[in-house]
């Protein structure tokens, strides 16, 4: 058996100053960590290496890390998709100027998510800060949410865990506690189609 800690979004230091102690306590003992981007500077990736060796994509603020926007992963015969979801600079551009002018319909971006891997059977995604654990025709679609305070989860900052056993991967969402976090922020009128 394998497992996965999964972050996302964590916005150092735009939102978040560090990463704090309550993440690397969630994430101990875990195989391998996935993030799923908007890491924002390199030193939350040497940071999270401490724990397990970090796999990691580009957000739409990561455009100096030099990490690709997706990646197809295999562990233990069980092939995974990790990507932010913003579809690189012109995806992101698009998807602004549709939020700004109909609003964020997050039915749309999951089929955006969905359609960038093929053979897998989870995709691990980022970029909505909303936390999504549920299969879609055999595959398993897994955000664990914001990490950053932007919270969009109704328990505020979390990881995930992908627990893969055998040829079976089931994902969770762990809320972690961050001490002096905003917490939950309230709906925003724009967003449509909430999961």
């Known amino acids: 058996m394998i497992t996965l800690g999964v972050v996302a979004d964590t ?3 735009d939102r978040l100053p560090a990463l704090p102690p309550a993440l690397f306590e969630a994430l101990a003992g875990v195989d391998a960590i996935l993030h799923a981007g908007d890491v924002c500077v390199p030193g ?8 397990a060796p970090v796999h990691a994509v580009a957000g739409n603020r990561d455009w100096f890390l030099r990490l690709p926007l997706d990646r197809v ?3 233990e015969g069980v092939r995974l998709g990790l990507t932010h979801g ?3 600079l012109w995806g992101y551009a698009r998807e602004k100027l549709r939020y700004y002018t109909v ?3 997050h039915q749309r971006f999951l089929r955006q998510v969905w359609a960038r891997f093929l053979g897998v059977q989870a995709i691990v995604f980022g970029h909505s800060h909303w ?3 549920f299969r879609q025709n055999g595959v398993l679609l897994f955000n664990p949410g914001s990490f950053g305070p932007d919270y969009r989860a109704p328990h505020g900052a979390a990881i995930g865990r992908l627990i893969i056993d055998g040829t079976q991967i089931r994902g969770e969402i762990v809320p972690v ?9 309230p709906p925003d009128p724009r967003i449509k189609d909430r999961l």
């Open 11 to 13: 916005h150092v230091p």
């Open 44 to 51: 939350v990736l040497r940071e999270l290496e401490r724990v």
């Open 73 to 75: 992963l295999a562990f």
């Open 86 to 88: 913003h579809g690189g």
């Open 103 to 105: 609003g964020y319909y």
């Open 131 to 133: 936390p999504v654990n």
């Open 177 to 185: 506690p961050v001490p002096g976090g905003p917490g939950v922020l």
